[in-house]
């Protein structure tokens, strides 16, 4: 069972890069890696995954070093509506039968965007 | 994009009665779903996994006979908190992926806000 270690807040300034560092020292061959971001009471929506070295998407990049064992979210020039709680999330939900493995969230991380 | 959707996305019941939350998936079949919990200032806990025409999964810790949970069709699966009480007051959040396979990409309602008095 990968347990998953965020820094529980961060404060940045519009136009700033933000970088989110997650922790996975157990994570599995099969899993992958996922971030979300979360607003309050609201579901997560979905950020960015990857399994090795670097993904790149429309809105962020996420750096995942050779031994895995933690994982980068790097969000390029934030504004205040990216202030919100970002998860990352670690496991892989191949189904046999009838079960997945236990796909563990990380505590979160508050960022807080400043005008 | 694939859109899941819940109802209700707020109950407010007595204790001791059964609320019924539902889960959709509105423009994909979902093959499996996955139930969360979150209590304020907390992180998403996941509950339970469910495929469709199967019993769910549940995650240690979690009563099955409280929790449950059908999975009757490919877009819609409900969890029912079965005679609730106040500490079962939490948000709950479904999610659905289209596929069985591997790393699919978890498609996130947004939540039910369950209060019980």
């Known amino acids: 069972l990968a347990k998953t270690t965020q820094p529980i807040s961060m404060d940045s300034y519009e136009g700033q890069e933000v970088n989110i560092t997650c922790s996975h020292n157990n994570i599995a061959t099969n899993d992958y890696i996922t971030w979300y971001q979360q607003f309050p009471s609201q579901g997560p929506r979905f950020i960015i995954q990857?399994?090795?070295t670097k993904v790149t998407n429309e809105v962020a990049s996420l750096f995942i070093p050779a031994d895995r064992k933690s994982s980068t979210l790097s969000l390029p020039r934030v504004s205040l509506s990216d202030t919100a709680v970002y998860y990352c999330l670690v496991g892989d939900w191949v189904v046999s039968s009838g079960s997945a493995r236990q796909l563990t969230f990380g505590s979160g991380t508050q960022l807080t965007v400043l005008p | 994009g694939a859109v899941v959707s819940q109802h209700p996305s707020w109950v407010i019941c007595k204790s001791g009665t059964s609320v019924k939350i539902e889960c959709r998936s509105l423009?994909?079949?979902?093959?499996?779903m996955f139930w969360y919990r979150q209590f304020p200032k907390q992180s998403l806990m996941l509950m339970a996994t469910?495929?469709?025409?199967?019993?769910?999964?549940?995650e240690q810790g979690v009563e099955k006979d409280k929790f449950l949970i059908n999975h009757a069709s490919l877009t819609l699966s409900t969890l029912t908190v079965t005679s609730a009480h106040p500490e079962d007051s939490s948000f709950y959040i479904c999610s659905a992926t289209s596929s069985g396979g591997a790393y699919n990409e978890q498609f996130f309602g947004p939540g039910t806000r369950l209060t019980v008095l």
């Open positions: 469910s495929n469709e025409g199967s019993k769910a999964t549940y």
């Open positions: 423009d994909f079949q979902a093959t499996t």
């Open positions: 990857g399994y090795k």
